[in-house]
Structures are given as C-alpha cells and as structure tokens.
C-alpha cells in the first residue's frame, strides 16, 4: 500500500429512513420548534423541564431560551446541595489518586437537597403561569411535566471543554481545576448518576437538541429520534472517531486517517468505544449529533444481542482504538488489574483484558510482552521505585520480555500481564471497555504533553502482576495464537486469540470474494485491516449496503444476525481481511 490515497471515513453518518421529521438548526429555529411544542399544550398552567447533561454551556442555553420565551425560569443548581456537601458525598467515589476512583453508587437525587425541593413542589401547586425548570435534574423539581426537552452533549467534546476551563463538575463550580481531575470525576461520579437519570427519560422526551457546536443547536423530535437509535441498532454502523496527541505519538494516521499534517503526533485514536464517540444521525438536511451510547441505552437487546446484555446491561463491553507509535516512541511500561481488584478497589465489575493487533509495524518494531525467566519480583519493584524517584532509569530489557513483531502479528494481553508497545508500531488495540484502568510502572523517564511527569501506579501495579507470565508461557499462550477454523471458494476463517480467561473472541478473514457471516447472539465488532474498500450487505436486504475503508472499525448488531462482506471499488477482486470480535459463550 505505498501509493495508498487515504479514503478513510472521519466523520460516517447513519441517513434516517423518516421523512417529514420535525428538525431545526441554530437557536431561531430552536426557539420556533420549542415554542410550538409549548402552544400545542392546551393548559394554562404548563410546567416545561429543560433536562440538561453536563458539560453543556448553560449561559449560551439559558441566556437564548429566556430570550425567546415568556415565562419564570427555576435553575436546578438552586436547588442542589452546597458545593461543600456535593464535595463531601462524592469524596469517596472521587479520592484523592490522581487517575483513580471508584464506581459511584450515588444517584443524581442525592446531589439535591430534599427540603428545598419538597417546598419547591408546594410552591409549584400554587403557581398558575407556565413554569420553565432548567438545568440537570430538572425532571426531579416536579411530579409532572408537559413537556420535556433533553439538552444532550457528547463526552469528547465535554473533555474538551474540561481543556479548555470552560465547564465545571456537576454540582460545583470548578472551571479552573485540572482537566484530569475534572475527568476523573465526571468518569468515576458525574457521567454515571447522569447516564442512569437519562435512561429513564429516554421514552418521555419531547425534543431532543445537539449541544456540541457552540452557538448552532439542532433540535428533533423526541420520538423520531428514538425511531432513529431504533433503527442504528438494526444496521451496520460506525462511531464518530477521535484523535488526540501523546508523549509517544506516532506519524501513520496523519497519512492513513488523513489528519492534519502541520499536527506533532498523533497518539489515539478512539475509532469503536461507544461510551466515548458519538453517533452522526441525518435527518434531511440536518445532521445531529448524539452520544453514540444513546443507541446502547436505547437499544440494548437488539445491539448487543439478549445473553450480552444480560451480563453487561447498558455497557458497550468491546472497544477498538489505535494506537500509533511509528516514527514515535514507546508506550508506557503497564499492566492492568484483574477482575478481583477492580471490584474491590474501583467497583467496576469486569476488567480491561486486551489485545496489540498489529495494522502496520516497522522494520525492527516490538512488544514488551510477559517477564523473562528467572527474574526476582523484588529486585524488580525495587528498580521501578527507583526509577520513578530519579535515582537511575529503569531497564525493561532486564526484567521485561521483548518480542519482534511484524503486520498482521496479534498480541494477547490478559489482565496481569506486564506489557508496553513500542516505537514502529501501529496498534489495533481490542480490548474490554473500562479503558482507564492501566496501571504505569515506567514511562522512560520523559514528561506528558503538559510538561509534568505522567501518573505512575508502581504501588497499584505489583499487586496484579502475574509472575508466573514469563517467556516461554508468554510465546506459548499470547503471541500469534492463530488456528485456521474454516475455509471455502476465495476465503478463509482464522481464530486469533483472544486468551482463555477473556471473554472476548477474535476472528479473522481473508477474502477475495463475498463471505458470510453471522452474530452468533453477540454485537460483532470489526476492523477491515487489508484493502482498500469493502462492502457489507444483508442476505435478506434488510439494510442498505455498507461501505467500509481500510482502517475503518464498524459496528454489526446482534439483531442483524447475518451479513456478508465482499471486496469493493479498487479492491475488487483483490484480498481484503476484517477482523471481527465478540463475546464469547463457554459451554
């Protein structure tokens, strides 16, 4: 692929098969949309709750809202607890680690105060104008409502604006607080009491508006909009990716993923994890943003299939993302904790088992894979904290096993396997969902983008390395573990891992030529890792064909049950490979 021309596909949109869908953009037709849903009521007396996420702007919101519409505006944040007390119920969720919390148990109730929301609730009986009750939680302030407008926002761009000191927490005022700490509470505390009160909202709205472009909402119907995650979850369908720079950042998605060229590096790329893409959903003219875990909230059943969501609820469990680090330096020197300790330390109930599969490498490029034989854990740890305190480097070779790795070569990373990628090496990481649970023992001694050192879990890490991961087990058991499973006219199946212990499976094909496939009773989740171009189709045509691009990670409902996929535009008749991963079911 030297002369390859990046066709690769930054911004896929899912074309909604309604028509005469009521849709508008920026805040006059915005203003117009709410105001006719308000003058369809047919009371004196309306009680309208503007339901907000985090990270929305609430002065550009309010500040068009109440110049458009009639009436007493009641903020939610008036009714909250002191900043102090949220301060204080959410310490033990929060922390004081740097990068650790723990799952919350809280609800978003709990970031209110119940005496003033019972007089609120009198006060309400009394009231006789329409009411406007803006803000997160606004559906607790009242028994009822008429009507009902979500101001929704995606978690990347709320990151951003977490950067940029632009939003607080939920419940307090802290623009100015370190981005990653802001992070860390919105992952551990704010995201999930907020998740948990949309869902039970999602088949009561109204209007649902697109929060993320400042200054230029989009706004739906609440109920079209539900037709339209009904309808994802019944097709193949991609996630808005999203690329962010790192210490270790690499060059190959500037070229492949056409990005920037004037950019130093490019790190990450998020390319499959619904939890943090959106989703683009085209209404006519309008394209509408949402968080891509709206469908998985939505949905669930018939995107992850009825044994998948038994066991994982409204959690999207497979993530793809990659990782560059060709023309850049190594990962850090990590492990991830096992399923036991990060029940008991962060309350999340399955763990971030994973896998390097290698789209591109270097001449030269390789893993940190597994320990070698023979070595003293003590000794080791030792070394590590002195490393991390600046007495000497840290010397991975000594201690850590080193594999060569080339294209196409997968790498099987369960939990508790020490491991580091480095430099030359262009990553298709797949792995579970909790993405933040890694622990650094050594990041070679350089500083973050913010010029401070990164966070190292050294006293984290030594409590879940498996020792007894060494070089023979390692070669035996994680490195190109691949059977073929079946083969016809113009393709063939391969089993490429993942390891025992993980519920995650990965498959392999090889095609010159249309091949089927089924779900299975789980969401299949795919990468088309050799090719140009290819098409997904339904042997039924039960949804349009789909067209994927080298590099290109997309999403298979469970309820679609089977597909196909063959070679398309300049890859006709030439070898294409997907690989494809599920959750498996032991007998």
């Not at 037709?29 to 339901?51: G, H, P, R, Y």
Request: proline residues 4%.
């Amino acid at each position: 692929m030297t002369d390859f021309v990046s066709n690769y596909d930054k911004f896929p949109v899912v074309n909604v098969n309604q028509k005469n869908v009521l849709r508008g953009t920026g805040w006059q037709q915005t203003c117009n949309i709410i105001k006719d849903k308000i003058s369809s009521v047919s009371l004196n007396k309306k009680i309208i709750a503007f339901e907000c996420y985090t990270e929305i702007l609430d002065d550009e919101i309010l500040t068009n809202l109440q110049s458009c519409l009639e009436g007493e505006f009641i903020l939610t944040k008036n009714y909250m607890l002191p900043e102090e007390k949220i301060s204080q119920i959410i310490y033990p969720d929060v922390t004081d680690d740097a990068v650790f919390g723990y799952i919350t148990r809280l609800t978003l109730k709990d970031f209110f105060d119940a005496d003033k929301i019972k007089n609120f609730k009198k006060e309400l009986n009394n009231k006789q104008d329409t009411i406007f009750i803006y803000g997160t939680g606004a559906t607790l302030l009242a028994e009822q409502f008429d009507v009902l407008i979500y101001f929704d926002m995606t978690r990347w761009e709320g990151q951003l604006r977490q950067r940029r000191n632009e939003v607080s927490n939920l419940g307090v005022n802290n623009k100015e607080l370190k981005a990653s700490l802001q992070y860390k509470q919105a992952y551990f505390v704010d995201w999930r009491v907020v998740d948990k009160h949309k869902r039970g909202l999602m088949q009561q709205w109204d209007l649902v508006v697109d929060t993320v472009k400042k200054n230029d909402p989009k706004i739906v119907d609440g109920k079209a909009f539900n037709e339209a995650l009904k309808q994802t979850a019944h097709q193949p369908f991609r996630v808005v990716p999203f690329f962010d720079p790192g210490p270790w950042g690499g060059q190959w998605m500037k070229k492949y993923c056409d990005l920037d060229r004037n950019e130093k590096n490019f790190a990450w790329c998020f390319d499959g994890v619904p939890e943090e893409n959106s989703l683009l959903l085209q209404f006519g003219e309008i394209i509408f943003e949402t968080p891509s875990i709206n469908v998985v909230f939505a949905q669930a059943k018939a995107l992850l299939g009825d044994a998948v969501e038994a066991r994982f609820g409204t959690e999207f469990p497979i993530r793809f993302d990659f990782l560059d680090t060709i023309k850049g330096g190594n990962l850090s020197l990590q492990v991830h904790p096992t399923n036991e300790y990060i029940r008991e330390k962060f309350g999340m109930f399955y763990t971030q088992d994973e896998s390097y599969y290698m789209l591109d490498a270097d001449e030269g490029a390789y893993v940190y894979l597994g320990l070698k034989e023979g070595i003293e854990p003590k000794e080791m740890i030792a070394e590590l904290n002195e490393a991390q305190q600046g007495e000497k480097p840290f010397d991975a070779d000594k201690f850590v096993n080193k594999i060569l790795v080339k294209k196409h070569d997968h790498v099987l990373i369960p939990a508790g396997t020490i491991h580091c990628s480095g430099r030359g090496s262009m990553v298709l990481e797949i792995s579970a969902t909790p993405y933040i649970f890694t622990f650094k023992l050594w990041d070679w001694g350089r500083l973050g983008l913010d010029g401070k050192p990164r966070p190292i879990n050294i006293k984290h890490g030594e409590k879940v390395i498996d020792w007894s991961r060494t070089t023979e087990w390692t070669n035996q058991h994680l490195f190109n573990i691949i059977k073929e499973v079946a083969n016809g006219d113009g393709w063939r199946e391969e089993y490429t891992g993942l390891y025992e212990t993980e519920f995650i499976e990965t498959r392999r094909h090889w095609f010159t030529k249309k091949i089927l496939h089924q779900t299975n009773g789980s969401v299949n989740v795919l990468n088309l890792i050799e090719g140009c171009e290819a098409v997904v189709e339904s042997p039924t045509n039960s949804f349009e064909p789909f067209i994927v691009h080298f590099a290109e990670t997309f999403i298979i409902p469970e309820s679609v049950k089977e597909y196909t996929i063959r070679p398309h535009g300049e890859s006709k008749g030439m070898q294409c490979a997907t690989i494809k991963a599920f959750v498996r079911f032991k007998a």
